[in-house]
């Protein structure tokens, strides 16, 4: 059988796909080969998908939320057309959507060709290109309840986000040769410049109470990666083995990482928020304030209710006031584990395994 795969969330579209070709079914992936238009470096979903094996077809479109510019209508046309002779030439009897623009003309080309697909909405309110081919697909998955109420009843199934069994147990590591608390700083997948400048004002004074890991991402055009890695080479060297830093943690090391720290500090986008309840870790959460309907503060305001993370909003925040929030939120944190039963309640085991079944009935 052969299977495209698309949409914005990779890190759980792969886990389906890893198990798909496992089974020994053909697997292609259409998504973003760079971090974002007119930026070389290349993007973590491209690293991953082609370090795993899978081929790779960079599909190029527009976006069509929140923007006025012809131009990226026009590019929607063109991803389109790109996506239509793809799909011509791979001949696949399956597509597998996991949202976002990029989805968008692959879903359309295919739904021209009558091949059948699947969509994944790992939003708690429900992503603008799953709303509008619902209609079309054999059948809509869920992470949340709430997301329900935009798609058809009689082909809606909640099953939570896919995530690797091995995440589960992830296992804890000794990365550091001291007993101080371990941050993660996760700036979503691409990394987050707003949050890389943050810690970049403070890092001193951070490494002298805590142990770093830090995912900046790589893109060209911040320089976020290389200027902090300087910065560290400038430290003391008790304080550079405090501080393990990298564009992008992949897999394995992610689980055992994630695993291993304290608490978290991240973007709040539906993965993560994901993983630090199948984790029970907490978390300080910094919302992107332009993400779609606001989904990425609803996700973090989620984990507050929780009980198991702070919130901050960009606006007006500096190295300092989260240097001072960390303090406080280490201060409270065996409060914070006291409710990270209540998050790992909520979520799913085996999302991945129930979209296969569905998947190969269908074949």
């Known amino acids: 059988m052969k299977i495209v795969f698309t949409g914005g969330h990779h890190n759980s579209a792969l886990v389906v796909a890893l198990l798909l070709k496992k089974k020994g079914h053909k697997v292609f992936w259409f998504g973003h080969k760079h971090t974002m238009q007119r930026e070389k470096s290349l993007s973590a979903e491209y690293?991953?998908?082609?370090?795993?094996?899978?081929?790779?077809?960079?599909i190029k479109t527009g976006k069509f939320y929140k923007t006025y510019n012809i131009s990226q209508f026009f590019k929607i046309i063109f991803g389109f057309f790109q996506s239509l002779s793809l799909l011509l030439r791979i001949k696949p009897d399956f597509i597998v959507s996991f949202g976002s623009y990029v989805a968008f003309p692959v879903v359309l080309a295919g739904i021209l060709l009558k091949i059948p697909f699947l969509v994944h909405e790992q939003t708690m309110q429900a992503g603008l290109t799953n709303r509008l081919v619902a209609c079309f697909a054999k059948k809509i998955f869920i992470t949340w309840q709430s997301s329900s109420k935009f798609f058809p009843k009689n082909k809606t199934e909640l099953i939570g986000l896919?995530?690797?069994?091995?995440?589960?147990?992830g296992q804890k590591m000794s990365l550091f040769k001291n007993s101080l608390q371990t941050i993660f700083i996760i700036g979503g997948k691409q990394g987050s410049h707003l949050i890389n400048c943050l810690v970049e004002e403070v890092l001193p004074q951070?490494?002298?109470?805590?142990?770093?890991?830090?995912?900046?991402?790589?893109?060209?055009?911040?320089?976020?990666?290389?200027?902090?890695?300087?910065?560290?080479?400038?430290?003391?060297?008790?304080?550079?083995?405090?501080?393990?830093?990298?564009?992008?943690?992949?897999?394995?090391?992610?689980?055992?990482?994630?695993?291993?720290?304290?608490?978290?500090?991240?973007?709040?986008?539906?993965?993560?928020?994901?993983?630090?309840?199948?984790?029970?870790?907490?978390?300080?959460?910094?919302?992107?304030?332009?993400?779609?309907?606001?989904?990425?503060?609803?996700?973090?305001?989620?984990?507050k209710k929780l009980g198991i993370a702070e919130v901050l909003m960009e606006k007006g925040l500096t190295g300092l006031i989260l240097l001072k929030i960390i303090d406080n939120f280490f201060c409270n944190i065996k409060k914070q584990y006291k409710n990270v039963s209540e998050a790992k309640k909520i979520v799913f085991k085996d999302a991945a395994e129930r979209m296969v079944s569905f998947i190969e009935k269908k074949n």
Request: hydrophobic share 40%; aromatic share 12%; with cysteine.
């Open 162 to 169: 896919p995530i690797k069994r091995d995440f589960f147990s």
């Open 47 to 58: 690293l991953e998908i082609r370090g795993n094996n899978i081929p790779f077809f960079e």
């Open 206 to 303: 951070l490494l002298s109470k805590y142990n770093l890991i830090h995912q900046t991402g790589r893109i060209e055009k911040t320089g976020d990666f290389e200027r902090l890695l300087k910065k560290k080479n400038l430290l003391s060297p008790d304080l550079q083995e405090r501080y393990l830093i990298k564009p992008y943690f992949f897999g394995e090391e992610m689980t055992n990482l994630l695993s291993s720290a304290d608490f978290v500090i991240s973007r709040s986008g539906a993965h993560i928020i994901y993983e630090l309840c199948v984790l029970g870790k907490p978390a300080i959460l910094i919302p992107i304030s332009w993400s779609y309907k606001h989904e990425q503060l609803i996700n973090a305001l989620m984990l």
